[in-house]
């Protein structure tokens, strides 16, 4: 707990106005956009880093005091990752939120953890270069949560997660060592890959401090092609039918009927909600290629029975349509006081089998569930709309929940795909990790953080 004269040793590291201290604005961060506000306590105090120093010097202070220490972008993990356990002090990087550096001979962005994810888009976009990683709330989600959750989205088929991006990485250890992971190049064969075991980490290794991340040339083109289906076995057929042409869409995602007709209902984008499906293939690449591209596609969606194409005419056609796929989640969230969202993975040939098998499970328990998916990786969101303070529906939800992970787990899938494990994962992902690699997992948690003061509770 933190006494009085912690609080004037922080704020002597910090400056005057860069700390948290009220009850009230503490319970401000004592949840994220899960549904684990129970699982932790208010912070003790929230506290506003500018610059590596003060990282620096706070973890010097926690180390020596005992004090979790729990690492905060925006907020908005979905497994309680930034849930305080045993209270402590929130670390905000809203004030650590500058580009410091795009190079576009390079074709690397160094930047602060606190960027938000739409603004690094929106600069390196305007020199003809594209971050790829797009979690659907990347306009206020953060590099340093993107790169601690191994956040990915819709843009993973073709060009892979934040991990792939991850070059280089200033980090502050539990115990107030600054140190720098992986190297500014493109290629980087020398040592053990630490940069890489930050990804995904959730901030129980280190403090991430600064990033530098790679770039590739943004596409000239992009369209995206809506496809409907009546039944969903067609549907996923033509993800292979597609590949299979020799078309590599950058994205494909995937809409059940259920959250056709929410999103409708929320937003009236025109969506027919009488089918089963909606596919949503984003294609890019030359503007001398796209015609090309789309009749293929168009072909492949025939032959697997598509009953209704429609593609994109227009740069604000295009936002349109994708913007169905984004706000599905916020039209969920009209169905009842909460929606849990998960983000279960398989091998894509196991598709269609989770995507019925997550139906026949929400109808058993009868909950409310729209089912959302990147289809060409398998990745599968049920977000459950339910009031989780009704305990009998809450117990239906977490019931529903171990047998579709039960289920992913016998297709050769996994727990979660992007949103990571946090508090709320924590006892499924100890059960399925192999057994010797948990007992490895446990003694790098030691190793890098002896005294456990870093988002203790997490993961494992
Ligand atoms: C509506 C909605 C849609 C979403 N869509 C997607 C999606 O399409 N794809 C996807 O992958 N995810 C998605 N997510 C979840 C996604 O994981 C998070 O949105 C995002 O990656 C977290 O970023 P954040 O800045 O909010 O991090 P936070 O939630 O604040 O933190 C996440 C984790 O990162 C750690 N952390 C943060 N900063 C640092 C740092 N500097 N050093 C060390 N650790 C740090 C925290 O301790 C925590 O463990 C969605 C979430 C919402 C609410």
Known sequence: MLLKNDYKKIEKIIGNNNILTSKEECYCYSTDSSNMQNAGKVPEAVVFVKNIEEIQNIMKY???????????????????????????????????NKILEIDSVNMTATVQPGVVLGDLKSETEKLGLLFP?????????????AIAQSSSGAMAFKYGTTKDYVLSLTVVTSDGRIMKLGADTIKDSVGYHLAQL?????????????????LIPKPEAHRVVAAYFDEIDNC?????NIISKQIFPAAIDFMDKNSIATTEEFVKC???????GLLLVELDGFESSMEYQINKTKAALKESGASEIRVSESEEDYNDIWQARRV?????????????????????????KMVKKCKEIANKYNLKMCLVAHAGDGNIHPQIALNIEDEDEFRKYTDAKSEMYEYAISLNGTISAEHGVGAEKKNYASKIIDKNALEYMK??????????????????
């Open 443 to 460: 003694m790098i948690k030691k190793v890098f953080d002896p005294k456990n003061i870093l988002n203790p509770n997490k993961i494992i």
């Open 270 to 276: 025109g969506l027919n909600t009488q089918k089963e």
């Open 133 to 145: 990683p797009d979690p659907s709330n990347y306009r206020v989600s953060t590099v340093g949560g």
């Open 198 to 214: 930050m990804v995904g980490s959730e901030g129980t290794l280190a403090v991430i401090a600064e990033a530098t991340l790679k």
């Open 236 to 240: 996923v057929e033509s993800v292979s």
């Open 328 to 352: 599905s989640f916020a039209a969920a969230t009209r169905l009842a006081p909460d929606v849990l969202s998960d983000d279960i993975i398989v091998p894509r040939k196991n598709f269609s």
């Open 62 to 96: 926690a180390y020596d005091n005992g004090i979790p220490i729990v690492s905060r972008g925006a907020g908005t993990n979905m497994v309680g990752s930034c849930v305080c356990a045993n209270g402590g002090i929130v670390l905000n990087f809203s004030k650590m």
